[in-house]
Nanobody, 124 residues
Framework: QVQLVESGGGLVQAGGSLRLSCAASGRTFSSYGMGWFRQAPGKEREFVATISGSGITTSYADSVKGRFAISRDNAKNTVYLEMNTLKPEDTAVYYC?????????????????WGQGTQVTVSS
């Protein structure tokens, strides 16, 4: 069982930056592929970014490519999402997710564990 706790959300003006963190429980964090997803009001949850257990392989949704960066610190059992040049359309609840294989994935259904989410609001 893995427990995930996100933090770092908040209110920011368009063009600003935020860094989200996701702290995971457990001793085998490096064995888990991790992902960030988001859900805006009235919309389905969507993929944002994913990272492999080693941190070597990453992948991003087209909508955030070049603006967001996912990273992880396996010694701290933490995955990060650095968000730059934020836009109002980035407003959503952001969720961290974990899957018990080292590869990341863009598919929601491939994740076993989810955090409670953190709100990101970007004002225009």
């Amino acid at each position: 069982q893995v427990q995930l706790v996100e933090s770092g959300g908040g209110l920011v003006q368009a063009g600003g930056s935020l860094r989200l963190s996701c702290a995971a429980s457990g001793r085998t964090f490096s064995s888990y592929g991790m992902g960030w997803f988001r859900q805006a009001p009235g919309k389905e949850r969507e993929f944002v970014a994913t990272i492999s257990g080693s941190g070597i392989t990453t992948s991003y949704a087209d909508s955030v490519k070049g603006r967001f960066a996912i990273s992880r610190d396996n010694a701290k059992n933490t995955v990060y999402l650095e968000m730059n040049t934020l836009k109002p359309e980035d407003t959503a609840v952001y969720y961290c997710a974990a899957r018990p294989v080292t590869l990341g994935s863009a598919s929601i259904s491939r994740y076993n564990y989810w955090g409670q989410g953190t709100q990101v609001t970007v004002s225009s």
